[in-house]
């Protein structure tokens, strides 16, 4: 099955204690206070945690606590800015995350994905190469604002066509936020090979002895409490214990004993509502999910911001007196959100699960065209060169786009 798969990377930026990916050295000074030729001096110290950086001819307002690091940042090239580059490669690999081997999808054949460190303000260039067998991939850097850089926020159907197996993109922004973003797995729901109890599972017996169960000691004659929490999104479970019975519950019964129980409460059948024919397409007793009544279909061949480069793009009427709009005539109300444009742009709002957003729980923003025309230097050529690329390589799979095509691993 093809996914055009939206992969999400971690970053660490301005922290010294950050991991680095294998083929790059460590750098003698890093982190958010590394010295760069031009700089202030670094104020920070036991006596004065709000002081960063001292004011120089280079940062004339210096830096501290109440500076704004979405708005300000070191950004003097010619005193001392970093261009940090990466090269990330997604290929299909097989391991054993949980002690039972099986293919996954990973970069640079490591799982957690690698750790991308840069000082703030440094110029980030990663090579991203999609080695996957029969998948387009885009790398998005998520939670990371791309202030500027809209055609850098990877995002497939939204800002760029998905990269082709075999192909490399590079995506080049500035590392304008500082702290640690999470690397954040999100796809469907899992194999019930994948259920863990504490992070922990033992595999059936195999070459590599891995794997462990959750090991807990208890003591004779005391009496515990076994709390099972089921932390999943959609999934239900039936737990049993081995060589230990139980009473069964639900139901009267005459010294019988069973060895698994599942808790039902309830009656015996639920009541239904059995219709002939449909009231909409989905059927009255199904909630459907939609923004404007519009299904989602992403056109992973003609991104949002190839429209805006095309001037092609729909102009969305302003009512007076109007700024909001809701999610769903929902009988609990509706969600208000404000957002402050003052990054131009194209951007995806979306649920975070995966199965959610295919069914419609996901929204894009223009923000700002005509700055994203003017000030951006976005350029056709680029962009119609990668989604030519993709349409050749797509034309000549057998697997095809499955659903909506938002779909996030």
Not at 183 to 200: F, V, Y
Not at 288 to 297: A, G, L, R
Not at 303 to 315: G, S
């Amino acid at each position: 099955m093809l996914g055009s798969n939206l992969l999400l990377a971690s970053l660490a930026l301005g922290l010294a204690s950050a991991g680095l990916l294998q083929e790059v050295p460590a750098k003698a000074s890093t982190g958010l206070l590394a010295k760069r030729a031009g700089e202030g001096p670094n104020c920070n110290g036991p006596n004065d945690r709000g002081c960063w950086r001292s004011p120089s001819p280079a940062e004339p307002t210096g830096f501290n606590i109440d500076t704004d690091s979405e708005t300000v940042w070191p950004s003097n090239v010619a005193q001392g800015q970093t261009t940090t580059t990466y090269t990330l490669t997604v290929a299909e690999k097989t391991l054993a995350p949980d002690g039972d081997g099986k293919l996954m999808q990973v970069i640079n054949g490591v799982y957690p994905g690698p750790v991308i460190e840069a000082n703030w303000g440094d110029v980030l260039v990663i090579d991203v190469v999609n080695n996957l067998t029969n998948n387009g991939t885009s790398m998005h850097w998520h939670g990371v604002i791309q202030a500027n850089s809209t055609t850098q926020d990877g995002v497939n159907g939204i800002t760029e066509c998905p990269i082709e197996p075999g192909a490399t993109r590079r995506y080049t922004f500035i590392a304008t936020q500082h702290g640690t973003s999470f690397k954040s797995e999100q796809g469907g729901p899992p194999r019930a090979k994948g259920a863990l109890i504490n992070g922990k599972m033992k595999s059936a017996p195999g070459p590599n002895g891995k794997g462990a169960y959750e090991d807990v000691k208890i003591e004779k004659g005391k009496t515990y409490r076994l709390r099972l929490i089921n932390t999943s999104v959609d999934m239900m479970y039936k737990v049993s214990l081995d060589n230990h019975r139980y009473e069964k519950g639900m139901i009267p019964v005459t010294e019988k004993n069973v060895t698994n129980i599942f808790d039902f409460k309830g009656d015996a059948t639920d009541k239904m509502n059995l219709v002939q024919g449909t009231r909409d397409k989905h059927g009255r007793r199904i909630n459907s999910w939609t923004i404007n009544d519009k299904e989602i279909d992403i056109q992973w061949e003609n991104p949002t911001l190839e429209y805006l480069l095309n001037n092609d793009l729909p102009t969305i009427q302003n009512r007076p007196g109007s700024n909001i709009y809701t999610l769903k005539e929902a009988n609990q109300g509706y969600l208000a959100i404000a957002i402050y444009t003052n990054n131009p742009g194209v951007w995806l709002m979306h649920c975070h699960i995966a199965w959610h957003v295919s069914q419609g729980l996901g929204v894009q923003f223009v923000e700002r065209p005509d700055e994203i025309l003017r000030d951006q230097h976005v350029g056709l050529e680029a962009m119609n060169s990668s989604c030519a690329a993709w349409d050749k390589w797509y034309a000549g799979t057998q697997f095809k786009q499955p659903d909506s095509g938002l779909r996030l691993f």
